[in-house]
């Protein structure tokens, strides 16, 4: 069974940063590509960053230039950085493999002050 906890969500005004962490369970963790999604408002997940197993990332153009996603296979874990935050950047991040599969951890809430 595949566990994954996020971690490192909170409160910040608006231009804060914020770093989240997931770690995952699965023994296989470093050939996977992993993602961080978030909730929208419509209840879906959306993808904002994902990481290849080679290290290379994507990432959703309302988050570009501010969000940096890494991976330490040594750990299984892998990071958000999250700079710059808006508003608009608050809800709960969730993490997982790319594409995604059936089981999501409690996820991390991020809320961002104006």
């Known amino acids: 069974q595949v566990q994954l906890v996020e971690s490192g969500g909170g409160l910040v005004q608006a231009g804060g940063s914020l770093r989240l962490s997931c770690a995952a369970s699965r023994s296989s963790f470093s050939i996977n590509a992993m993602g961080w999604y978030r909730q929208t408002p419509e209840k879906q997940r959306e993808l904002v960053a994902r990481?290849?197993?080679?290290?290379?990332?994507n990432y959703a153009d309302s988050v570009k230039g501010r969000f940096t996603i890494s991976r330490d296979n040594a750990k299984n874990t892998v990071y958000l950085q999250m700079n710059s935050l808006k508003p608009e950047d608050t809800t709960v991040y969730y993490c997982?493999?790319?594409?995604?599969?059936?089981?999501w951890g409690q996820g991390t809430q991020v809320a961002v002050s104006s």
């Open positions: 997982n493999f790319y594409p995604p599969v059936l089981v």
């Open positions: 990481i290849s197993s080679g290290g290379i990332t």
